[in-house]
């Protein structure tokens, strides 16, 4: 399920039926995130991934992405290898067009299909690759070697969405200078 793109069609089905879907996934088989990983030795093991569908309130799609797992990164101060826990959990409305952002409450949690429907690994990545700390490190000094299982990275209950209302913001204003 993963190797392909989901139609516009099979994805309303699938959202329809609110299908769930479980996956193990090799870090190494995603592109983008295998260059942040740390090659064998050691290895990351699979992680597991759990898609749920569902019909949203706008009547779109509504693709839950959950993973879990563990990955080896390189701690940027030691250049050694760095154990982080990883824990995904979001929420993605899919759209088939740009100009159906407008009609979702949450335009930066949405995905827009190609013409060729969803690509799910790229999402995924997407996803994973946002959860992963920007430079990861130890948590303690690591320059005489000490290599300590970081601590987990837990889903916060809502992300930091600092522009979340702009487009609220922005239309409410339009509104009032046509008036």
Do not use: W, Y
């Amino acid at each position: 399920m993963l190797d392909e793109r989901i139609g516009s069609a099979e994805l309303r089905e699938l959202a329809t039926e609110q299908a769930v879907r479980e996956l193990r996934i090799d870090p190494a088989s995603l592109p983008r995130l295998a260059e942040q990983i740390v090659a064998p030795p050691p290895v990351s093991e699979p992680l597991k991934v759990v898609l749920e569908f569902a019909m949203g309130p706008e009547g779109f799609p509504v693709l839950t992405v959950r993973a879990t797992g563990e990955l080896v990164l390189q701690c940027q101060r030691c250049l050694g290898p760095l154990r982080r826990n990883l824990a995904l959990d979001c929420e993605l409305t899919v759209v088939s067009a740009e100009e159906e952002l407008v009609r979702i409450a949450d335009p930066f949690d949405s995905v827009v299909t190609g013409p060729d429907g969803l690509e799910l690994s790229a999402a995924i990545e997407d996803e994973l690759l946002a959860v992963l700390p920007m430079v990861p490190r130890h948590d303690r000094d690591c320059s005489a070697g000490e290599h300590e299982l970081a601590k987990p990275v837990e889903p916060t209950e809502r992300p930091n969405r600092p522009f979340e209302g702009l487009a609220a913001i922005m239309s409410k204003r339009s509104a009032d200078h046509a008036d």
